[in-house]
């Protein structure tokens, strides 16, 4: 259901022309008409409303329950960085937020871990920007198990794509859930924004382009 926050999201994600509509082609090969592109986020007030919009759905589904939050690299960096900030000046709930270097740094403390050093037995949540085909979170969980002993509970995203995995009939989300235990929560899904976009006039060209990629790739 297309609520009045879900709608505000779209329209700020348009609004930084980090959702667009054409013709793309993503990481795994795949055709499809819309794309997501959270590296075009590039202002001060683009970057503490995101945190504000993350920092509401962490609010909401898990509350205080972690120990800290984690940013893949490269953009989960800005993204933990900011609803850190939200999640501390909007609702009270200060935690730690780290991430990870692509390289291992061999100098000064090294290693590739930046920020809060998790601890045995730490909850962590992820904040990234979406997930297509699970590719980036199977690189993350080795990097988390490798710091200590920790709990991967629960993974924030911009957009669930709800497209199929590696396994038929199940998208790249049920995959994670399945294999790692992830509870994974996303502020809008590709079902919202095509009922986003049945409502204007103006993109009655994409329906049939948005409906023909989810009957290819998607699973509701």
């Known amino acids: 259901m297309l609520t009045a926050a879900k709608k505000e999201f779209i329209e700020f994600m348009m609004s930084a022309d980090v959702l667009r509509f054409g013709d793309f082609t ?37 509350g205080a329950d972690f120990d800290a939050m984690f940013g893949p690299a490269y953009k989960g960096i800005p993204l933990a ?45 992820i904040i990234e920007d979406v997930i297509t085909a699970g590719t980036a979170i199977r690189e993350t969980m080795p990097v988390l198990q490798g710091c ?16 199929v ?3 038929p009939g199940k998208t790249a989300v049920m995959e994670v859930g399945e294999e790692f235990g992830i509870r994974v929560h996303a502020l809008v899904t590709v079902r919202d924004i095509r009922e986003y976009l049945a409502d204007k006039a103006d993109y009655a060209h994409l329906l049939p382009l948005m409906d023909a990629y989810m009957e290819q790739y998607c699973v509701f």
Request: charged share 25%; glycine share 12%.
């Open 148 to 163: 200590a002993d920790v709990k991967v509970t629960d993974m924030f995203i911009s957009v669930n794509r709800c497209e």
């Open 26 to 62: 993503t990481k795994s090969g795949r055709k499809t008409p819309y794309f997501v592109n959270t590296g075009n986020y590039k202002t001060g007030m683009q970057n503490a409303k995101l945190g504000e919009f993350y920092a509401a759905l962490v609010k909401e589904t898990v």
């Open 81 to 125: 960085t900011s609803v850190a900030g939200a999640l501390a000046r909007v609702y009270g709930i200060d935690k730690p937020f780290f991430f990870n270097r692509k390289e291992a740094k061999d100098h000064g403390e090294g290693g590739s871990i930046v920020g809060y050093k998790p601890v045995d037995g730490d909850r962590i949540v």
């Open 165 to 167: 995995g590696t396994t």
